[in-house]
T-cell receptor, first 115, second 120 residues
Framework: GQQLNQSPQSMFIQEGEDVSMNCTSS?????WLWYKQDPGEGPVLLIA?????ELTSNGRLTAQFGITRKDSFLNISASIPSDVGIYFC???????????????FGQGTILTVHP | GAGVSQSPRYKVAKRGQDVALRCDPI?????LFWYQQALGQGPEFLTY????????KSGLPSDRFFAERPEGSVSTLKIQRTQQEDSAVYLC??????????????????FGPGTRLTVL
């Protein structure tokens, strides 16, 4: 099935460093979302973006919805050990049609933070 | 708690066995999704229910996969004659669907912890 192209696949960083990851798609989405998944758990929503060009922050997290509606990035500033996990981007088609809000996910970015 | 729950959390099946995976969504959530997450991959859509109606089953990989939600709450994903390639984590998500000015919008999908299926 279709998956979004997410990079990098993994990152090993020192505590306190900033992190950036991005996601691209061959098709347009009108909602972009970023999730974090811890081992043995389901994904948890971090940030949702609803408008092309939108820049949204949630604490140390900042995400942007690309102008073309085919890409998004997530930045994490001043990383801490509890940021460890797998981060997924997801695209969603809103408002009618037959998508019903199903999510199309990227392959994930594995983040490791060294104290 | 009041989150999405799934059972069992782990299931080991011999190839050829049938399995049934259960999802208890958040009470009152109209929408229910099933996703399949292979090792090292992101979740992939399997099927969608709005109340008891299965409106989209385009992601089901074969006719061995069957899902139901007969009373519009609990859902069961059944896999018949399991194969090794069925080994994955099966995630359930629910959301409250909102219609505003005649236009559907989709609230946050809350995911359960998943069922890890291993087929030997």
């Amino acid at each position: 099935g279709q998956q979004l192209n997410q990079s990098p696949q993994s990152m090993f960083i020192q505590e306190g460093e900033d992190v950036s990851m991005n996601c691209t798609s061959s098709s347009i989405f009108n909602t972009w979302l970023w999730y974090k998944q811890d081992p043995g758990e389901g994904p948890v929503l971090l940030i949702a973006l609803y408008k092309a060009g939108e820049l949204t922050s949630n604490g140390r997290l900042t995400a942007q919805f690309g102008i073309t509606r085919k890409d998004s990035f997530l930045n994490i500033s001043a990383s801490i050990p509890s940021d460890v996990g797998i981060y997924f981007c997801a695209g969603q088609l809103r408002a009618g049609g037959t998508s019903y809000g199903k999510l199309t996910f990227g392959q994930g970015t594995i983040l490791t933070v060294h104290p | 708690g009041a989150g999405v729950s799934q059972s069992p959390r782990y299931k080991v099946a011999k190839r050829g066995q049938d399995v049934a995976l259960r999802c208890d969504p958040i009470s009152g959530h109209v929408s229910l999704f099933w996703y399949q997450q292979a090792l090292g991959q992101g979740p992939e859509f399997l099927t969608y229910f709005q109340n008891e109606a299965q409106l989209d089953k385009s992601g089901l990989p074969s006719d061995r996969f069957f899902a139901e939600r007969p009373e519009g709450s609990v859902s069961t994903l059944k896999i018949q004659r399991t194969q090794q390639e069925d080994s994955a984590v099966y995630l359930c998500a629910s959301s409250a669907r909102v219609i505003h000015r005649g236009v559907s919008s989709y609230n946050e999908q809350f995911f359960g912890p998943g069922t890890r299926l291993t087929v030997l």
